[in-house]
């Protein structure tokens, strides 16, 4: 979001580790909010860039940074809250990303520190899966394992495997296409949605697909 505290600090340490950034922004591209962000808005134009709705002249007002979060929520695999008081824009895109079928993760902090009141409410209704790191983060999106290996065992896939006609054919679209969203799967194959989750689930349990984060399916080999 370009903004203070944890948004800038993000931006900057995907920069300095090559890493592309973008900025959603909650005014028109003709100018740079906080403008003491500016050169590291410039920076992300060539490793990134800079993304709004709002047309030019259009002002940073309180209520376009709660509308361009919806924006924040729906273009990122994973929401990570770090701190958050009980109520704030860090909680709308949280529930927002919960709303997308996207993962939500936050970072817990003691019961009395009132900037983690947020964070600790996401955790306490389920809506936020608990990390403390990094690491933990990396292995909850089934980027890294324990051992710190990409690879997914998964459940043991049998020898003899009877698929039928429609599980066949989602097999098919994964060797094809490689890992996809289940929405990607429906409209390949042309199954609906209600039953393209019970093949996937039957296929999980034939140790065939392997479910990643945010919705995403992998073909085991």
């Known amino acids: 979001g370009l903004a203070y505290g944890i948004d800038i600090h993000a931006h900057r340490a995907a920069l300095a580790n090559n890493l592309s950034t973008v900025a959603v922004l909650a005014h028109g591209l003709d ?3 906080p403008y003491v962000h500016r050169k590291t808005a410039i920076d992300m134009l060539d490793n990134g860039g800079l993304l709004t709705e709002f047309l030019t002249e259009t002002n940073p007002d309180r209520h376009n940074f709660v509308s361009r979060n919806r924006i924040v929520a729906g273009m990122t695999d994973a929401t990570i809250v770090v701190e958050s008081a009980s109520k704030g824009g860090s909680l709308i895109t949280a529930d927002l990303a919960i709303d997308y ?4 993760f936050a970072v817990p902090g003691r019961t009395t520190d009132s900037l983690s009141m947020g964070c ?3 955790i306490r209704d ?3 899966a608990l990390i403390q790191s990094a690491d933990d983060f990396m292995l909850a ?5 324990e051992e710190g290996s990409a690879k997914h065992e998964g459940i043991q896939r049998s020898l003899f495997l ?3 006609e429609e599980e066949e054919l989602v097999v098919g679209i994964l060797t094809r296409l490689g890992d996809l969203h289940i929405n990607v799967l429906v409209v390949e194959s042309n199954i609906p949605v209600n039953r393209m989750t019970a093949l996937l ?3 999980e349990m034939k140790g065939v697909v392997r479910a990643l984060v945010g919705g995403v399916y992998h073909l085991l080999t």
Do not use: P
């Open 31 to 33: 100018r740079i909010y």
């Open 101 to 104: 079928h996207r993962d939500c």
């Open 141 to 145: 999106m089934g980027w890294t394992t």
């Open 126 to 128: 389920n809506k936020a």
């Open 120 to 122: 600790n409410q996401l």
């Open 162 to 164: 009877e698929l039928t």
């Open 201 to 203: 689930f039957e296929l």
